[in-house]
């Protein structure tokens, strides 16, 4: 079983992360639910928003998107906060279980272990999947400029995107540090090995600190500490001074303020 990246910081301590649900639909498995996870759509809702989604970033032109979604209501998060888990949105020929090839999006994540919160693994899933155990539906999506989209495309299909992935998995990592990793930090090493056409964290981890501008962890202090206490997946080891990490719309400011021509927008269900 799988968990998404990350719930921010809900009520619950630190709102330790969502984990997503299976559906029945042919395209493919995936990934699991836990007891605890709550459902909030029926499986036809989430199939015809994840539809929805497709044909809207289909109609943009969108080779590449991120993606993101809400796995907890936005008054469970902290200030600035609004999606919980963010992924690359791939154009692809997907294969159904009857062999069959049809287009569609793939979506590249960054998922936690279940039984060990602290580790993450890079996982292929669809757009079902991804929205199947959101609390609100409601999608961020980031369709970077063409140029920009041809270079992801090739960062993604070669062996940089396996490399850039640090399994050691902190709810709140800090993007402008090495030693821990979650999806949003992920996606943005991604997007800066395009950008700057390079697989040397370095140099990545150079240039985000010279010109991303992360989002400030707006929580006690006490409360931190206490989730480094008692949860795995909380870590502030990699954290200098106040905390931070990368959000979807942290991103998109970087993207709209140095990728001329992305655009971003918010998807609801269309009634």
Do not use: W
Not at 2 to 26: E, F, Y
């Amino acid at each position: 079983m799988q968990r998404s990246c990350k719930a921010l910081l809900g009520h619950a301590l630190l709102g330790i992360c969502l984990l997503t649900t299976t559906l029945p639909v042919s395209a493919g498995s995936f990934s699991s639910s836990s007891a605890s996870a709550e459902i909030h759509f029926t499986p036809e809702e989430i199939i015809k928003f994840a539809k929805q989604v497709e044909k809207t970033l289909a109609a943009k032109g969108a080779h590449v998107a991120i993606l993101a979604r809400m796995g907890r209501p936005a008054a469970e998060l902290p200030e600035g906060m609004h999606f919980t888990h963010v992924a690359f949105a791939v154009y692809s020929q997907i294969t159904t279980a009857d062999d069959r090839k049809i287009p569609g999006y793939a979506i590249y994540n960054l998922y936690q272990q279940n039984d060990r919160p602290e580790i993450s693994e890079l996982i292929q899933d669809f757009p079902v999947d991804f929205f199947a155990g959101v609390a609100v539906m409601e999608a961020g999506v980031i369709i970077p400029s063409a140029d920009l989209q041809k270079r992801l495309l090739e960062v993604i299909n070669s062996p940089t995107y396996s490399a850039l992935h640090d399994p050691h998995y902190s709810l709140i990592a800090n993007p402008y540090t090495l030693g821990k990793q979650n999806c949003t930090e992920h996606t943005l090493d991604v997007i800066n090995a395009a950008i700057y056409q390079t697989s040397d964290i370095k140099v990545i981890k150079a240039n985000e600190k010279t010109y991303f501008e992360a989002q400030l962890v707006n929580v006690s202090p006490l409360k931190l500490a206490l989730g480094s206490m008692f949860s795995a997946e909380v870590s502030t080891s990699d954290q200098h001074g106040k905390p931070v990490t990368a959000t979807f719309e942290t991103i998109g400011k970087y993207l709209q303020k140095y990728d001329s021509g992305s655009e971003i927008m918010i998807i609801t269900p269309v009634r």
